[in-house]
């Protein structure tokens, strides 16, 4: 939407499909849920009573408060209001000096589209890691990604810290490091995190964990008669067992789905998150899942990781481009927990998925030197170099030397 390359309509379902499918739509503003009472107030001041509730209350950016975060023309990008609201900005004012607060996947999609769509903007990006989508990628992975973004003309500011920002008659103009630093901006984009919407699950009383409403493996709350999730649920992590935000679409997707086959009468438990997620920077694409080396070592894991650089066709066919897959597995149980994937086309970067399902299954490095990949020379390396196998191999001689 913002880059012009989809309509706000492609992300919305029409009501006139739900209707279809006989659900009725109500559209209005929810203030207040009765839980004893099974109702729900709304703005209009009308009652809706309900029998199962279902809250999808999703999450907002978070702003951090810093000064001149109230200024105009400092925006942030959760839905189609703030896409518009982006675009408007563009339109009229014509911005050539734009500056990117956090370095994570919407930014540098963001950053990425809107340079490939005017190559004479200025574009900066501070970031408080050392690297950019410091979420996703260790160091040793982003690298890669730090080096082509600033080849392609994006100004990377890593391990920077935004003090404050300035502007003249309540529009933002510059943004000041806290090294004394200051970046002239006509646009401040602030990208550093969600924060779940809480509001109504509070007035019901639901119990709440660190990072939301917090449900059960069928996505029931504290509440019986109340369901929930999506962004603004606590998740528990696949691997490690504990606490997790896990804001991200795809789990979001699969708890609507698990919510509803429960309120059928279907009892199938969520497995929990893995955090995998995938972005393109022009032709870059970077998908991971599960924990990077960093976190592994974070939860008292040690980890053993192995790096391949692989191609995404037999090397004597034209057209052959590389890519890096890194691979992170518990020393201890030999289980394979993360994945990183850097490449130059869409194709050798959904690989993720696989290392997702042998997390997910359980598979071990001495399970993952006999994997076997479909092969053919236009499509996938050589049988001898499948790079996840290669990277098992990796894997087994640092933990058997």
Same mark, same amino acid.
């Given at each position: 939407?913002?880059?012009?390359?989809?309509?706000?309509?492609?992300?919305?379902?029409?009501?006139?499909?739900?209707?279809?499918?006989?659900?009725?739509?109500?559209?209005?503003?929810?203030?207040?849920?009765?839980?004893?009472?099974?109702?729900?107030?709304?703005?209009?001041?009308?009652?809706?009573?309900?029998? /199962? #509730?279902?809250?999808?209350? =999703?999450?907002?950016?978070? @702003?951090?408060?810093?000064? !001149?975060?109230? &200024?105009?023309?400092? +925006?942030?990008?959760?839905?189609?209001?703030?896409?518009?609201?982006?675009?408007?900005?563009?339109?009229?004012?014509?911005?050539?000096?734009?500056?990117?607060?956090?370095?994570?996947?919407?930014?540098?999609?963001?950053?990425?589209?809107?340079?490939?769509?005017?190559?004479?903007?200025?574009?900066?990006?501070?970031?408080?890691?050392?690297?950019?989508?410091?979420?996703?990628?260790?160091?040793?992975?982003?690298?890669?990604?730090?080096?082509?973004?600033?080849?392609?003309?994006?100004?990377?500011?890593?391990?920077?810290?935004?003090? /404050? #920002?300035?502007?003249?008659? =309540?529009?933002?103009?510059? @943004?000041?490091?806290?090294? !004394?630093?200051? &970046?002239?901006?006509? +646009?401040?984009?602030?990208?550093?995190?969600?924060?779940?919407?809480?509001?109504?699950?509070?007035?019901?009383?639901?119990?709440?964990?660190?990072?939301?409403?917090?449900?059960?493996?069928?996505?029931?709350?504290?509440?019986?008669?109340?369901?929930?999730?999506?962004?603004?649920?606590?998740?528990?992590?696949?691997?490690?067992?504990?606490?997790?935000?896990?804001?991200?679409?795809?789990?979001?997707?699969?708890?609507?789905?698990?919510?509803?086959?429960?309120?059928?009468?279907?009892?199938?438990?969520?497995?929990?998150?893995?955090?995998?997620?995938?972005?393109?920077?022009?032709?870059?694409?970077?998908?991971?899942?599960?924990?990077?080396?960093?976190?592994?070592?974070?939860?008292?894991?040690?980890?053993?990781?192995?790096?391949?650089?692989?191609?995404?066709?037999?090397?004597?066919?034209?057209?052959?481009?590389?890519?890096?897959?890194?691979?992170?597995?518990?020393?201890?149980?030999?289980?394979?927990?993360?994945?990183?994937?850097?490449?130059?086309?869409?194709?050798?970067?959904?690989?993720?998925?696989?290392?997702?399902?042998?997390?997910?299954?359980?598979?071990?490095?001495?399970?993952?030197?006999?994997?076997?990949?479909?092969?053919?020379?236009?499509?996938?390396?050589?049988?001898?170099?499948?790079?996840?196998?290669?990277?098992?191999?990796?894997?087994?001689?640092?933990?058997?030397?």
């Amino acid at each position: 939407m913002v880059a012009g390359l989809a309509a706000d309509s492609s992300i919305i379902v029409p009501d006139a499909k739900l209707e279809g499918m006989g659900i009725k739509v109500i559209v209005g503003e929810v203030t207040d849920v009765n839980a004893a009472n099974k109702k729900l107030l709304l703005k209009d001041q009308s009652t809706l009573d309900y029998n /199962k #509730l279902f809250l999808a209350t =999703g999450a907002r950016s978070f @702003v951090p408060p810093i000064e !001149g975060h109230d &200024l105009d023309n400092v +925006v942030c990008l959760r839905g189609a209001l703030d896409a518009q609201q982006i675009r408007s900005i563009i339109s009229k004012n014509n911005p050539r000096r734009m500056v990117f607060v956090g370095a994570g996947f919407i930014t540098m999609e963001i950053a990425s589209l809107l340079l490939a769509a005017d190559d004479q903007l200025e574009i900066t990006v501070v970031e408080l890691f050392d690297r950019p989508l410091p979420v996703m990628l260790d160091k040793d992975m982003a690298d890669k990604v730090a080096d082509y973004l600033t080849k392609k003309g994006i100004n990377l500011l890593l391990g920077k810290k935004v003090e /404050k #920002l300035a502007g003249e008659r =309540g529009q933002v103009n510059a @943004v000041v490091l806290d090294s !004394g630093e200051t &970046l002239e901006a006509d +646009v401040v984009f602030i990208h550093v995190g969600v924060r779940p919407n809480l509001e109504l699950a509070e007035k019901a009383g639901l119990a709440m964990g660190r990072f939301g409403i917090k449900v059960n493996e069928f996505q029931e709350t504290s509440d019986p008669d109340i369901l929930a999730g999506g962004d603004c649920v606590e998740k528990i992590n696949f691997i490690t067992g504990k606490p997790d935000a896990g804001s991200l679409r795809g789990p979001a997707v699969m708890q609507g789905r698990l919510a509803a086959k429960r309120l059928a009468g279907y009892a199938i438990p969520f497995p929990g998150v893995l955090n995998a997620g995938g972005c393109q920077m022009f032709d870059l694409v970077v998908t991971a899942t599960g924990l990077t080396e960093e976190k592994a070592k974070a939860n008292g894991y040690e980890p053993v990781t192995a790096i391949v650089e692989s191609r995404s066709k037999h090397g004597m066919i034209p057209g052959v481009q590389l890519w890096w897959i890194k691979l992170v597995f518990d020393k201890t149980t030999r289980k394979l927990i993360g994945g990183q994937i850097v490449s130059n086309g869409v194709g050798p970067a959904r690989e993720i998925d696989a290392v997702s399902a042998f997390i997910m299954g359980g598979k071990t490095i001495e399970d993952l030197t006999v994997f076997t990949s479909a092969c053919n020379p236009d499509i996938s390396s050589e049988p001898s170099m499948e790079p996840i196998t290669i990277a098992a191999e990796q894997a087994l001689q640092k933990v058997t030397l």
